[in-house]
């Protein structure tokens, strides 16, 4: 894998972001890290004390309309990134107490990522992405990341297309959730805090309910105990959204999807309905 003929993600562009050519996602060749954080507002038993180590990458490979990171998703906004610059922050997150290092949308920067983790780190690496991989890509993450937290967004590939330019979405992102199962084989603790396994974050979405409750049923039809699932209820209504994305979600449609978890007897975990507050998006 290189930043040469880029194939990373499932878009497979095939373009030469060594020599400066862009491809959807607009990412030179050449990490580029947004912010680094102890982040104490992922899953508890990802956060624990300490906080999640999060390094958050510019750019993405999707194109989410609601993205709460666009400051930095849209374009590869932050500082440039050799593999030694980023191994040393995330020595430093360590040594401010993260419980792990946690990798934000890291897809597009691979070669860099991989040559950072050349060398064990002490605390459990995570590799948090919007679940639209590539399985040849994510194994070359064999034996480097402890625990994936994809997101499943969609069930329904047309609105996958419209809201995020991904038409492919859903048979792609559970072809990729196979192999990040596969991966880290099934889920480990130590005490209160994961250190292996696989974690399915799911994004409720205002006025797409169905969707949910399709992607609820694929997960327990495809995965059932071998992951956790984390149901988010923090969607955030950016400037400029369209009904019915311009409002938060209702209790009734977080209770309807929360009660097909239960039906689909998934274990994972809930947000409280503050989650779904501004203050809880990182300062970019």
Known sequence: MSYVNCNLCPRQC?????????????????????????????????????????????????????????????????????????????????????????????TQYLPTVLEALAEPLPVPVVYNCGGYERPETLEMLRGKVDIFLPDLKYADNTLAQTLSGAGDYFETALAAIEKMVALTGPVQWQGERLVKGTVIRHLILPGHVENSLKVLDAIGDRFGKKVLVSLMRQYTPMPGMQPPLDRPITPEEYDSVLSWMFLNDLNGFTQEETAAQKTYIPDF
């Not at 400066?20 to 996602?25: D, H, M, R, Y």
């Not at 932050?78 to 401010?96: F, K, P, Q």
């Open 14 to 106: 095939g373009v030469d972001r060594a020599a400066g050519e862009v491809g959807f996602c607009g990412c030179p060749g050449e990490a580029v890290v947004a912010k680094t954080m102890l982040h104490m507002w992922e899953e508890p038993v990802l956060a624990g004390s300490g906080g999640s180590g999060a390094i958050f990458f510019g750019g993405c490979t999707l194109g989410c309309t609601y993205c709460q990171n666009s400051a930095i998703s849209r374009r590869p906004v932050g500082t440039v990134m050799d593999a030694a610059a980023l191994r040393r922050e995330m020595e430093s997150l360590i040594a401010r107490g993260a419980e792990n290092i946690d990798l934000v949308t890291p």
